[in-house]
């Protein structure tokens, strides 16, 4: 008895027959991240939402919560979450303007600004990370421990293969990043 068909099956068969050069199995993989990631951030923003805290705002506490002597420049937190500046600064604003974080001259270049977790910021993000960890729980929940281990290492070896190592240029080609020289 054959599983039963995805929507990402049904998609990629339309599209395959539109364009028979498209690989269907490429198309599949793409449909199905896309839609994993988006079941998984619905539920951690409606888990979040009712923290009145919004999903960019927990990207940066996170960070910093893992930070050493939780704090960090605006530039790297900015690099870490590949937003620009601007973003940034506006997601550090509304932190700082609730008390979780606040913002200082690094004393040894006082050109750079670095952003710190405050006492009240280190409580919320700890309660906001014990929410989260039960929403992916219970996301995930539905599949078998085989699964989720085997999806984790699959998608590890993804993430290699897409994201820059330390000095990498990440707009290079994973393919021209791996070529031996």
């Known amino acids: 008895m054959q599983p039963p068909r995805d929507l990402a099956e049904e998609i990629a068969d339309y599209w395959c027959r539109e364009n028979p050069d498209i690989d269907p199995v490429t198309k599949m993989l793409a449909i199905r991240l896309r839609r994993a990631a988006q079941h998984l951030e619905r539920e951690l923003r409606r888990e979040l939402d009712a923290y009145d805290t919004d999903l960019a705002e927990f990207e940066v506490l996170m960070t910093l919560r893992r930070a050493d002597g939780y704090s960090s420049s605006a530039g790297a937190l900015a690099k870490e979450w590949q937003v620009t500046s601007g973003a ?15 913002r200082d001259f690094d004393p040894a270049d006082r050109r750079q600004v670095l952003v710190t977790l405050t006492d009240e910021g280190r409580r919320r993000i700890d309660h906001l990370l014990a929410i989260k960890t039960e929403t ?27 994201e820059p190592t330390d000095g990498e240029d990440a707009c290079r080609p994973a393919a021209a990043r791996t070529a031996k020289h």
Not at 89 to 97: H, Q, S, V
Not at 146 to 158: C, E, G, M
């Open 88 to 102: 940034i600064t506006n997601r550090i604003g509304r932190l700082e303007t609730r008390g979780w974080v606040r």
């Open 136 to 162: 992916e729980q219970r996301v995930f929940g539905a599949i078998d421990g085989a699964t989720v281990n085997r999806l984790s290492a699959d998608l590890r070896t993804l993430l290699l293969a897409l």
